[in-house]
């Protein structure tokens, strides 16, 4: 990977270690709470630097040894930027955005170790325990790497390795694409007035999930889905593949056409392969599941 790694022989020992101080810049956030217990459980002195702590940002990256930056996608870029001059060769600096290369290349300019970070989780889950956490070791030796992989993976945590490049372009799918559909069956049920709790009686078991996934999307922060949104260098590339698949779909209901929606669903398919007779037995099994929590719900009046 480019600028993996320092220059030089790599150190025997890590650097770093349990009496290692860590500073979590937006620790008072979900992810920044996450991530501090995160540390504290393996013994770590954790600081929290957050608008009204008494730590400030300033102080936390003068003093720790390692610094954690669980901030707002919107902002990590530029607070980044304004404390990377109180940095020093002897630290580790880190972030928990969920795009890589604007990051990186900020705490690039300090004269730190670096690595970026993207939990693929929430700050609420309750168990690290088969949870992914993207990562970006672009600059760190090897031994000190293998200390803080280490330590994400002694939680049954597993760890991807890329580059912030090849992070933000799979972000773009995993995240950019899926948001924006989810976004526009919102927004279609919204311009078209449709109760949903209406449709929610006519409901099959696939329905129920896909809308509940609407959902779930709806009670959350829309900063944090506009920011992923927008500062995703591919975002252009998924809004004209959306565009084009719908204009051709337009095409075939103006044309009356089954067998150009046939033809195309066909090609769909061919291209992902054998991961749909996969995905269609995992997908019934939660939909079997899904079955049982409604009628248990609407047992007990929920």
Not at 24 to 42: P, Q, S, T, Y
Not at 99 to 113: C, H
Not at 130 to 151: F, H, M
Request: glycine content about 8%; aromatic content about 8%; proline content about 5%.
């Amino acid at each position: 990977m480019d600028d993996h790694h320092f220059s030089g022989s790599a150190p025997v020992r890590p650097r770093w270690s349990t009496d290692s101080s860590v500073a979590v810049i937006g620790g008072m956030g979900e992810m920044g709470r996450l991530f501090a217990n995160f540390f504290r459980d393996f013994g770590f002195p954790v600081g929290i630097a957050d608008l009204e702590t008494a730590l400030t940002p300033e102080q936390a990256i003068r003093e720790a040894d390692i610094l954690v930056f669980a901030l707002p996608l919107h902002q990590a870029s530029e607070t980044i930027r304004k404390l990377v001059p109180h940095t020093r060769s002897s630290q580790l600096l880190m972030d928990l955005t969920s795009l890589k290369s604007s990051p990186v290349r900020e705490m690039l300019e300090s004269p730190a170790s670096v690595v970026g970070l993207h939990p693929m989780f929430g700050g609420r889950i309750t168990s690290f325990t088969g949870q992914t956490l993207a990562a970006c070791p672009v600059r760190i030796s090897p031994a000190d790497w293998e200390w803080l992989k280490g330590l994400f993976t002694s939680r049954d945590i597993s760890v991807k390795e890329c580059t912030p490049e090849e992070h933000d372009k799979m972000m773009s799918i995993i995240q950019v694409l899926f948001h924006l559909t989810t976004m526009l069956i919102g927004r279609a049920l919204r311009d078209l007035g449709i109760d949903i709790v209406e449709t929610m009686e006519y409901t099959s078991p696939s329905y129920r999930i896909e809308m509940n996934l609407v959902g779930r999307i709806f009670a959350q922060n829309p900063g944090l889905y506009a920011a992923i949104t927008q500062m995703n260098p591919h975002s252009g590339e998924i809004f004209s593949a959306l565009k084009e698949g719908l204009q051709a779909y337009e095409q075939f209901y103006n044309a009356g056409s089954l067998e150009g929606f046939m033809e195309d669903f066909e090609r769909s398919a061919r291209h992902l392969g054998d991961f749909c007779k996969s995905a269609y037995r995992e997908s019934s099994e939660l939909l079997d599941f899904s079955v049982q929590l409604a009628h248990k719900n609407n047992k007990n009046g929920s």
